[in-house]
């Protein structure tokens, strides 16, 4: 399996797993360590899930409207985990998605409709 980690990640997890004591599993450790936010993932579920989608293009002119600038790359970012999220970002996104602040931030299930 081919993981494309930064080089201390690689570095670490080439030394865990050549001693063969630890399983696979792990990559989803590492995968979480990499990973700048955790608001991102639920921000593409709640626009595919707003009936109806809610294009990027779409966020980003709502997000507009309430005076917070994301340009369509860093709507990408943010939704792939690149790219940290402030307090304010989370709030305007929660607005703009007509979700809750802490669905974005704690929720594990489907977005609230």
Request: overall charge positive; charged content about 20%; hydrophobic content about 40%.
């Amino acid at each position: 399996m081919t993981l494309n980690y930064s080089p201390v990640i690689s570095s670490l997890y080439n030394k865990i797993f050549s001693t063969g004591i630890l399983s696979l599993s792990i990559s989803s450790i590492i995968l979480l360590v990499e990973k700048r936010n955790i608001v991102g993932i639920r921000v593409q579920q709640a626009r595919k899930a707003a009936e109806p989608p809610i294009t990027q293009s779409d966020l980003i002119a709502r997000l507009q409207l309430l005076d917070m600038n994301i340009d369509q790359s860093g709507l990408s970012k943010i939704e792939n985990g690149q790219r940290p999220v402030s307090d304010m970002e989370v709030v305007a996104l929660a607005k703009a998605l007509k979700v809750t602040e802490e669905w974005l931030l704690k929720g594990t299930r489907n977005p609230p409709v």
